[in-house]
């Protein structure tokens, strides 16, 4: 990625050194900043950390010049970095926790999984909790998808999705069947394979030479300068769809919200739509609801808001609460069926697919989301957000609050009546959340998209307190920020 545009969370990152130094900054627990100049003693976690890691989507070259702030413990919805200063968790650690840190639930089906076991492979055996997994999943998901292979990240349920998707068809005699039609902004993972079929540039054009035939139709919530585009992108998809019909493995997307892509939202009947067109056709839909699984979007899954049931279901995220690496794709029986006959093995597999300790993990989140009717307890805290952020669109540098549950973009924008992004170099995104870092939350931009996406369990004491830091964080840093020469 270009160090101009800061992408994502996936982003790279802010400079963090002013953070200690900024006599306003105030945790949730009221401590002081500490001193940060450690970088000199060569044996201090900084300087090893910069002397050793490489870190995800992030410049190295700015990284090597700040003091990274480097996390040691959280509960509930903090974490506490070594100093001892506690921060909100204000992306749920990258769209991943649902119930909070150290769930004692979740810890004790962990603990207790150690005394048994902590690993076996799923190849040529199987374990309880994978079998326990599978079948509460298959009778969570939409109807119809009753087979579950697991794997690690959301990257690999996608590649396996898009895998499983082609040789269905070679096994059936349709081995022409080697494209995928997708949606232009999407985002399924960073291994080749989700690469091939991902929709931003930033991220994904440098790897061109490498990658697979795909389609790409427009982005529903295509944004503008900032502004989502009325919905224009359905019948352009259904063309591409019937041109492209016989050559196609599948369709995939992300259902209902266009997450790393800005969090563009797609207009209602889209999603329907295109299960719609697919059917027509005869072209198997995967939807990736590796962001959108597990209660973010206000449903468990986001297809349940257009009532759509995909051939092909992507799980990873939430799927443990936000504990440990695991994933799953689960298929229908008309999918799996051609893989009966004895010669179609699927030949893909990780070692650590199933891994007990993350079935335990999930099987616990599961019974969590049950015992604490945590869906149906999201009404309330989705209102607070939607009437605490409603005067948030009204500010003079924020273009759009975009939301769908527990998921929310907030655009800001150099010149609004105009419809002036601001300089990407600028990295004003960043700035954002560098200030709500100072002032106690952690979270990270998608370019100029302000994410917000707190862990289901936040209280609406909590999620009051991080929408304060995340207001407050927006007025003070684009306040005066016009870079055409009036400053306001
Ligand atoms: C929709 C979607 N699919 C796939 C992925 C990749 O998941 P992972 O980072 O676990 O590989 C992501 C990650 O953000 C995602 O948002």
């Known amino acids: 990625m270009t160090s101009a545009n800061t992408g994502s969370h996936l982003d790279r990152q802010v400079p963090v050194d002013d953070r200690a130094q900024d006599a306003s900054a105030a945790s949730p627990s009221g401590d002081a900043a500490p001193p940060v100049n450690i970088r000199s003693d060569p044996d201090s976690p900084v300087a090893r950390d910069h002397a050793y890691l490489w870190h995800p989507f992030t410049s190295m070259d700015d990284w090597l010049q700040q003091d990274p702030l480097i996390i040691e413990s959280g509960a509930g919805v903090r974490v506490r970095d070594i100093h001892g200063r506690e921060y909100f968790d204000g992306n749920s650690?990258?769209?991943?926790?649902?119930?909070?840190?150290?769930?004692?639930?979740?810890?004790?089906?962990?603990?207790?999984?150690?005394?048994?076991?902590?690993?076996?492979?799923?190849?040529?055996?199987?374990?309880?909790?994978?079998?326990?997994?599978?079948?509460?999943?298959?009778?969570?998901?939409?109807?119809?998808?009753?087979?579950?292979f697991y794997s690690d990240s959301g990257?690999?349920?996608?590649?396996?999705?898009?895998?499983?998707?082609?040789?269905?068809?070679?096994?059936?005699?349709?081995?022409?069947?080697?494209?995928?039609?997708?949606l232009a902004n999407g985002y399924h993972g960073d291994t080749i394979g989700a690469v091939s079929v991902g929709g931003i540039a930033q991220f994904h054009a440098l790897f061109k030479p490498l990658l697979f035939q795909t389609h790409w139709g427009p982005s529903p919530g295509m944004l503008e300068n900032g502004f989502s585009r009325p919905d224009a992108?359905?019948?352009?998809?259904?063309?591409?769809?019937?041109?492209?019909?016989?050559?196609?493995?599948?369709?995939?997307?992300?259902?209902?919200?266009?997450?790393?892509?800005?969090?563009?939202?797609?207009?209602?009947?889209?999603?329907?739509?295109?299960?719609?067109?697919?059917?027509?056709?005869?072209?198997?839909?995967?939807?990736?609801?590796?962001?959108?699984?597990?209660?973010?979007?206000?449903?468990?899954?986001?297809?349940?808001?257009?009532?759509?049931?995909?051939?092909?279901?992507?799980?990873?995220?939430?799927?443990?609460?936000?504990?440990?690496?695991?994933?799953?794709?689960?298929?229908?029986?008309?999918?799996?069926?051609?893989?009966?006959?004895?010669?179609?093995?699927?030949?893909?597999?990780?070692?650590?697919?199933?891994?007990?300790?993350?079935?335990?993990?999930a099987l616990a989140n599961l019974d969590l989301f049950e015992e604490n009717r945590v869906i149906e307890c999201l009404a309330p805290k989705i209102d607070l957000i939607r009437r605490r952020l409603a005067p948030v669109t009204e500010l003079e540098h924020v273009a759009e609050v975009r939301r769908l549950g527990m998921m929310i973009g907030i655009e800001i924008i150099n010149d609004k009546a105009g419809r002036i992004p601001y300089p990407p170099e600028q990295g004003m995104g960043a700035q954002v959340c560098r200030r709500a870092r100072d002032l106690g939350m952690i979270t990270r931009p998608l370019g100029d998209v302000v994410v917000f996406m707190p862990p289901l369990s936040s209280t609406e004491e909590e999620l009051n307190a991080m929408l304060d830091i995340l207001i407050q964080a927006l007025v003070d840093t684009t306040s005066g920020s016009d870079t055409n020469g009036d400053a306001d």
């Open 155 to 182: 990257s690999e349920a996608v590649e396996i999705a898009l895998k499983i998707a082609y040789q269905h068809h070679v096994i059936r005699g349709e081995r022409h069947r080697s494209h995928y039609l997708t």
């Open 93 to 148: 650690s990258l769209w991943v926790n649902v119930h909070g840190h150290r769930h004692p639930r979740i810890d004790a089906a962990i603990r207790q999984q150690l005394d048994r076991i902590a690993h076996s492979t799923m190849l040529g055996l199987s374990n309880p909790l994978a079998i326990d997994l599978a079948e509460r999943l298959v009778k969570l998901a939409p109807g119809g998808l009753n087979r579950v």
């Open 233 to 361: 992108a359905l019948e352009p998809f259904v063309n591409l769809l019937s041109e492209n019909a016989d050559r196609l493995a599948a369709v995939i997307l992300e259902p209902m919200i266009q997450a790393a892509g800005g969090m563009a939202l797609m207009p209602p009947g889209f999603l329907k739509g295109v299960e719609r067109a697919c059917r027509e056709f005869g072209v198997l839909l995967i939807v990736d609801e590796v962001a959108t699984g597990f209660g973010r979007t206000g449903r468990m899954f986001a297809c349940e808001h257009e009532d759509v049931h995909p051939d092909l279901m992507c799980l990873a995220k939430g799927i443990t609460g936000g504990y440990l690496p695991l994933a799953a794709t689960l298929v229908t029986d008309a999918v799996f069926e051609p893989f009966r006959t004895p010669d179609s093995v699927f030949f893909h597999g990780h070692s650590y697919t199933g891994n007990a300790l993350g079935c335990a993990a």
